[in-house]
């Protein structure tokens, strides 16, 4: 009888002990990465996919002002550890002081050629008072800059009243690709300065193409609700839509083909496999596709990239983020939001307004294994936040040393740093997440 009693003390503490464990896990994971503050505290309370790692080892970030206002162009040089205020895009484009709508965003990844410039484009999508003509914005420009000379260059008008969304470049033919705010994909010459629409591939703005990835051919490949991919052929000229189909679940709630879902959410061209990996919006489905195989490629769904989940509506409804890039150590590094430990801060709010943390989960290339390093959170032990279920932000890229960058929303208390309140304090509603955004550094 008293080895009964023993031995069950000893299963109950090894239970207890591999609970915790376990628990720990799943539930108390924590990774910590360095932040770094933008100066000038210019509040801009946007960030959209706008960050880039150049061959220069200095990362190039465009942060926007969602309501109406000024998009910010920031250059971090790692050497110095310090982030430098570039440009004012309204005031570099002339759109300030106007009584017009401005330049509010960078709302595309930034592009870089062989010889190590920089493009990217503006865009308002919106974005303004509503006392303000919304046609009095002229529309988005290409711009260009040159780190060699620090030049900051208008490449001209993208097209009337539109602004860039996914974007891309063929360095070879030095074309950039862009989808614009009505859906339509358009082409720039670098070398001639001539923009060629080729027609519509979105139904609207709210379904735009928000990633395009350029294989090594040339070819871009951007998507279309729900689950297809369009193909800009850079032999002929013509965009072709695909007959396959991205990997998703059409089950996940809502069931809809509203932006938030079925379609590539981010994507990069991996020149290592000569593959373009990706993930896609309403599940984080991370997919491979290799556009070489058989006539129109082929696509392999490999995982799905969600972080373990407090909350059941969580579980069922999630909206995958930009923060995705491949690291030099072959693995995919991926920032999704995921719930809180509790949820108290979003009790009486609209599910969709919910505020929740960013974790960082791996998944390696090689061995086809996924890791949840944990919820993530900067020196001073402060959360990284953002939507949970609307559309978050997000954007990463990975340095010529292997270091990865991103850029978040961090709990702020500081009532003189705080630059919004998520829960889309634009659309009128407000939660009680104070938050400014911060460069995020993370060393593997």
């Excluded at 930034?110 to 529309?139: H, L, Q, R």
């Excluded at 593959?275 to 491979?288: A, N, Q, R």
């Amino acid at each position: 009888m008293k080895l009964k009693g023993i031995l069950i003390s000893i299963l109950t503490l090894t239970l207890l002990l591999y609970c915790q464990s376990f628990g720990a896990g799943l539930q108390d994971k924590k990774v910590v990465l360095r932040s770094v503050d933008f100066p000038g505290n210019h509040k801009e309370d946007g960030y959209w996919a706008a960050l880039h790692a150049g061959a220069d080892g200095k990362v190039y970030i465009g942060l926007n002002t969602e309501g109406g206002g000024h998009a910010h162009f920031y250059i971090y040089d790692p050497a110095k550890d310090e982030i430098r205020h570039r440009a004012d895009m309204a005031e570099f484009l002339g759109g300030y002081g106007k009584g017009i709508r401005t330049h509010a965003k960078i709302h595309s990844k930034f592009c870089e050629d062989k010889e190590g410039n920089i493009y990217f484009a503006t865009g308002n999508m919106g974005a303004g008072p509503d006392e303000v003509d919304p046609m009095s914005w002229e529309g988005g420009h290409w711009c260009k800059y040159d780190p060699k000379t620090d030049k900051l260059e208008d490449l001209g008008l993208v097209a009337p009243y539109r602004g860039i969304y996914g974007m891309t470049i063929d360095k070879d033919r030095n074309m950039l690709f862009g989808v614009c705010y009505g859906g339509h994909l358009l082409v720039h010459n670098i070398s001639t300065g001539q923009t060629t629409d080729k027609g519509r591939v979105n139904l609207s703005g709210r379904t735009a193409a928000r990633t395009l990835v350029c294989d090594d051919q040339g070819n871009a490949y951007g998507t279309f609700a729900p689950d297809r991919i369009f193909k800009y052929d850079s032999a002929t000229g013509r965009v072709i839509d695909l007959g396959i189909r991205l990997p998703s679940d059409p089950t996940i709630y809502p069931r809809t083909t509203h932006l938030v879902k079925r379609y590539m959410r981010a994507g990069v061209w991996d020149d290592v496999n000569k593959k373009i990996y990706g993930v896609e919006g309403g599940t984080s489905i991370l997919f491979e596709f290799d556009p070489k195989v058989g006539k129109e490629g082929q696509i392999r769904a490999l995982e799905r990239l969600l972080p373990y989940q407090h909350s059941k509506e969580v579980r069922r409804s999630h909206y995958a983020t930009l923060s995705f890039t491949i690291g030099l150590d072959r693995k995919v590094y991926y920032m999704p939001i995921g719930s809180m430990e509790s949820n108290d801060c979003n009790k009486g709010r609209n599910f969709f307004s919910w505020v929740g943390q960013a974790y960082l989960i791996t998944y390696d290339l090689e061995t086809g294994q996924k890791e949840i390093l944990g919820r993530v959170f900067v020196e001073d032990g402060t959360r990284v936040i953002g939507w949970l279920n609307g559309p978050p932000s997000g954007g990463a890229a990975t340095g010529t040393d292997g270091t990865i960058y991103f850029c978040g929303f961090v709990k702020e208390s500081n009532p003189e740093l705080i630059s919004t309140y998520l829960g889309f304090e634009y659309w009128g509603q407000v939660t009680n997440m104070p938050a400014r955004l911060r460069l995020l550094i993370y060393k593997p």
